[in-house]
């Protein structure tokens, strides 16, 4: 079945500096890429879409600059978290769609982001 | 614009059984359910396209209501791996492919 690799599993960082996560589709063209924020005991909100080759849609109340986007391949899509602070301490996850599977929705194993 | 998922929480003994609901205000595309683990990435349990659609799995089983705006998740006696936060999620659009958006989740604890 289709894989969503989604590196690393978890990061600590300190406040101010800047962290890359990256979510590959192993086995399946990703043309588009969901990312999602989860608080703890909270939903899945969706942050943003990207699509390969083209910039990214925002969520309402997303900042753009902060949250970095790159989709550059069909392959590969980044989220990177820019002047990281406490409060964007999350689990972060990403999410392709899958034409033709069974689900349709494939997620990486998410990202836990921790700033100090 | 966010399912609306019901109870917040439930606490079972195994062997019983639970169901959990999900609800919008609109007709909708699709109804995918999720259980995620703590700490862990959402697992993919079913989707439900069709209105009046029921399926399963094992003891795991959905259903999507004619109108397509409600769908409930049954399981029967529930085991121990069971517990976890349960998600629907959405799909508004008229085609697949439309971003999931997640109702708020049910906490399911199966106790021994």
């Known amino acids: 079945g289709a894989v969503v690799s989604q590196h690393p599993s978890w990061v600590i960082c300190k406040s101010g500096t800047s962290v890359k996560i990256e979510c590959r589709s192993l086995?399946?063209?990703?043309?588009?890429m969901f990312w999602y924020r989860q608080f703890p005991k909270q939903s899945l909100m969706l942050m943003a879409t990207?699509?390969?080759?083209?910039?990214?849609?925002?969520e309402q109340g997303v900042e753009k600059d902060k949250f970095l986007i790159n989709h550059a391949s069909l392959t590969l899509s980044t989220l990177t978290v820019t002047s990281a602070h406490p409060e964007d301490s999350s689990f972060y996850i990403c999410?392709?769609?899958?034409?033709?599977?069974?689900?349709?929705?494939?997620f990486g194993s998410g990202t836990r982001l921790t700033v100090v | 614009q966010q399912p609306v998922q019901s109870p917040q929480a439930v606490i079972l003994r195994e062997g019983e059984d639970a169901v959990i609901n999900c609800s919008s205000s609109?007709?909708?595309?699709?109804v995918h359910w999720y259980r995620q683990k703590h700490g862990e990435a959402p697992v993919f349990l079913m989707i439900?396209?069709?209105?009046?659609e029921q399926k399963g799995h094992e003891k795991i089983s959905a259903s999507f209501n004619e109108k397509k705006q409600q769908s409930s998740l049954y399981l029967t006696a529930s085991q121990l791996s069971y517990s976890g936060t349960y998600f629907c999620?959405?799909?508004?659009?008229?085609?697949?492919?439309?971003?999931?958006?997640f109702g708020g989740g049910t906490r399911l604890m199966v106790k021994p």
């Open positions: 990207s699509n390969e080759g083209s910039k990214a849609t925002y």
């Open positions: 999410s392709a769609y899958t034409q033709g599977s069974g689900n349709g929705y494939t």
């Open positions: 086995d399946f063209q990703a043309t588009t």
């Open positions: 439900l396209l069709k209105g009046g």
């Open positions: 999620g959405t799909e508004r659009g008229n085609n697949a492919g439309n971003m999931l958006t």
């Open positions: 609109k007709a909708l595309y699709s």
